[in-house]
């Protein structure tokens, strides 16, 4: 059996959680903002009446789902400084930091997942409040931003919570592009002081402790808000 | 843009000595099912196990069963993978740690193990809810027949109960699949890993990362027509399945 040394998590206390899971939690909040906003847009894309809208956002979502996470970290992380030169016409590839970049791959990943949520709750709402609303002279928009996107966006709150703890785990993966995250942060302790044993428990129980309380909550939550029908 | 597409780099030989970059990628596919095939096995195994015990009538088993399925919930798949290759040989007894430090695929083995223990906890889930999704009055025929609790399990409500959850079963072996890829942080060299090295050594980062793509959508095709005629074949007369229209 080996010796423990715990002092190491009291030493690197500071700069696990200051650098690394700031960096992990403002990246999940971000993701699971645009991720949400433009998973309610792909998901209104694939229910869309239009057959060349409803394919693109199909294809896009189905996509996504078929690659494994770290592929698609990989792309981006390639794929973004040449869509940004594109975009603003210049040569060479555009520098993005890590953050940024990061940061648009989960956005654009996690909303294939976020829009099939939606989508679910958008088909939970009955075709007689879409009626309902064009009845009483509402447009499209107005039909969708006041009747049926409130109430598909309350009964997936739920879904919704338990995606984003998914998304919190998930970003660990940024570990490949060696973005120090949470787990990057403590791996990088744990390879200049050896301790890898203690880093490694340590973080998983964290990661344990915030999933599972978030996770009781979310329970809570959905008995709260669920309408009684 | 100026990026030198080369779409006929997949016949050129590759660094690692195994042919060309077309032979590297396959190697990695190969890796790439046969971590996910034998994982899954294993998270059938025991997630039906575990699974079965979230349902049973004794409050402490269902309590400890409970506890698996959160415990392997709540900790990233990154995080566990490095649990059992890093930390795992250390916290046994020395003897066994440096046998398992010197296993020959020691990333293979650890990725297995950890992705069937990581999958099964999700297996367990849907095991539960199948059960669960059988009317009660089922276990109760069962008993009322005079069949044992083992029994009624074993001849009526584990043969429905499997048939029911296969759909949901199928995303998580395409996901079992997918989430191999997290193995490469502890160096096996599956799909995604390869494409990875190809871009290196190549630096034609689109056409690897692209052939990768249609290699794993490729899969998925397979696998989900695979589950299909799986689920066509077990159907259970009178239950609504996809593609029988409910007769």
Same mark, same amino acid.
Request: without cysteine; charged residues 10%; hydrophobic residues 55%.
């Given at each position: 059996m080996i010796n423990f040394d715990f002092d190491v998590i009291e030493r690197s206390w500071v700069y696990l959680f200051q650098t690394g899971m700031a960096f992990t939690l403002e990246l999940t909040g971000l993701a699971m903002v645009g991720g949400i906003v433009i998973g309610t847009l792909l998901a209104m894309m694939r229910l869309s009446s239009n057959k060349l809208i409803s394919t693109v956002a199909t294809t896009y979502v189905n996509l996504i789902r078929s690659v494994p996470l770290v592929l698609v970290i990989f792309w981006f992380y390639f794929l973004v400084p040449y869509i940004g030169a594109w975009i603003i016409g210049a040569n060479e590839p555009i520098k993005v930091g890590a953050f940024t970049s990061s940061l648009i791959t989960f956005i654009l990943f996690e909303a294939a997942y976020y829009c099939e949520i939606m989508r679910a709750g958008i088909q939970s709402i009955p075709r007689g409040q879409v009626w309902a609303g064009q009845a009483l002279g509402m447009n499209y928009w107005q039909t969708m931003g006041n009747i049926v996107l409130p109430q598909a966006f309350r009964n997936m709150i739920p879904v919704l919570l338990t995606q984003t703890i998914v998304l919190f785990q998930d970003v660990s993966l940024v570990y490949v592009l060696s973005i120090t995250d949470f787990v990057g942060a403590a791996s990088k302790v744990a390879q200049r002081d050896g301790r890898l044993v203690e880093m490694y428990l340590f973080v998983a129980v964290v990661y344990f402790v915030l999933c599972f309380s978030l996770s009781l909550l979310v329970k809570r939550l959905q008995q709260k808000v669920a309408i009684i029908r | 843009m100026n990026y030198n597409w080369n +779409? !006929? @780099?997949? +016949?050129e030989r590759s660094?690692?000595? @195994? !042919?060309?970059y077309m032979d590297t990628l396959l190697a990695g596919l190969y890796w790439t099912l046969a971590t996910a095939l034998i994982a899954w096995v294993m998270a059938l195994i025991l997630g039906a196990i575990i699974g079965t015990i979230r349902t049973m009538p004794h409050k402490w088993a269902v309590r400890l069963a409970n506890g698996y399925v959160e415990l392997f919930r709540n900790i990233p798949l990154l995080v566990q993978m490095f649990l059992w290759f890093f930390v795992m040989p250390e916290l046994v007894p020395t003897a066994i740690g440096d046998w398992l430090k010197q296993l020959p695929n020691a990333p293979f083995v650890t990725a297995v193990i950890c992705l069937g223990f990581f999958t099964s906890s999700r297996v367990a889930v849907q095991v539960s809810a199948g059960i669960n999704a059988l009317p009660r009055g089922q276990k109760m025929a069962g008993t009322a027949l005079g069949l044992t609790l083992p029994q009624t399990y074993r001849y009526v409500l584990l043969p429905m109960a499997f048939r029911i959850v296969i759909p949901p079963l199928t995303s998580e072996f395409l996901n079992i699949i997918k989430n191999s890829a997290v193995a490469l942080t502890i160096g096996l060299m599956e799909l995604t890993a390869r494409a990875r090295s190809m871009q290196e050594f190549s630096f034609q980062v689109f056409e690897a990362f692209t052939a990768a793509t249609i290699i794993y959508i490729l899969v998925n095709i397979v696998v989900v027509n695979l589950m299909r005629f799986i689920e066509k074949k077990v159907a259970v007369p009178g239950y609504i399945t996809s593609g029988t229209g409910g007769k």
């Open positions: - | +779409w !006929g @780099i997949f +016949w660094p690692d000595a @195994i !042919g060309t």
